[in-house]
């Protein structure tokens, strides 16, 4: 469990010595599980988008976070763009939701290094960062930043990363720790929006979802809107801060690549510069 809800005065226990290796969770399921198909696989979904030759990188990034086969091609519209500016990337911060573990606050891992079929991910320790504690459990069974790690292992290859796991939580405090954690990093968000309703319904649930994103109103977006609802809202409340726009690079379902109508998820990608 997350155990108590941190105070914005309380660095919990982040800043201990990180050691050892956390094995990936959901290759095999949620990606392919062979170094060879996953390269390809990751490879030709970034190679598919056009990066407009007058993109330039943003700040942070929403990218979804479901199966490869329904969500990667969305959340390849954010990783073609960190390929394309990597020589300018020094660092990843990675905040999103935990399904599995209970969690009250904000956690990073005390893991050095996240393995995937691709190998190692180096993981960046943090220290006396208010609001965020050391815990690896709830990393430890979670999807939603595993399956961002092939991407970036295939787009920005050795750039140390940040997961933070985001439970229930206010959200000044995620964006406190959010702007804590993030100068000189590129942020990324990994959310889904809506969940199994029909895909006419979905999308216009999440068509809501985005225009409240695209206005940076945190407040306007719903406990049902996003699975990772608090990491989003903080987020999204970051980067008003920031004085940030936002640019819609995608919005589809799961109806997009071949899922069931009746029953959809939906997929944001957005940049925020």
Excluded: N
């Excluded at 056009?50 to 990188?57: I, S």
């Excluded at 750039?159 to 406190?176: E, H, N």
């Excluded at 690079?249 to 069931?260: F, H, I, K, Q, V």
């Amino acid at each position: 469990m997350g155990g108590a809800p941190p105070t914005g005065d309380d660095p919990g226990r982040a800043g201990e010595e990180v050691t050892g290796d956390r094995p990936p969770a959901v290759a095999g399921a949620f990606y392919p599980a062979d170094p060879a198909v996953l390269t390809s696989t990751v490879d030709r979904l970034m190679d598919t988008v056009d990066v407009p030759a007058d993109d330039e990188l943003a700040a942070a990034y929403v990218v979804p976070h479901a199966g490869y086969r329904y969500s990667g091609a969305t959340a390849a519209r954010v990783y073609a763009r960190l390929r394309r500016h990597r020589v300018h990337i020094g660092r990843i911060v990675l905040v999103g939701p935990a399904h599995r573990v209970r969690l009250d606050g904000c956690a990073a891992p005390t893991t050095a290094r996240w393995l995937t079929p691709l190998g190692p991910v180096p993981i960046e320790p943090v220290t006396g960062i208010g609001g965020l504690s050391a815990d690896d459990a709830p990393h430890a069974p979670e999807h939603s930043l595993e399956v961002q790690l092939p991407f970036l292992q295939r787009a920005v290859p050795g750039v140390p990363v940040l997961p933070i796991a985001v439970g229930v939580s206010k959200v000044d405090l995620v964006a406190a720790v959010i702007d804590a954690t993030a100068p000189g990093a590129v942020l990324l968000c990994s959310t889904d929006l809506s969940h199994y309703k029909p895909d006419a319904e979905a999308r216009q649930q999440d068509e809501r979802t985005a225009r409240a994103i695209e206005a940076l109103r945190p407040d306007l977006i719903g406990l049902r809107d996003a699975c990772g609802v608090f990491a989003l809202r903080g987020t999204v409340e970051w980067a008003r801060r920031a004085g940030l726009r936002v640019r819609r690079l995608a919005l589809t379902t799961s109806a997009d690549s071949g899922g069931d109508p009746g029953r959809v998820v939906g997929y944001p990608a957005f940049a925020l510069a």
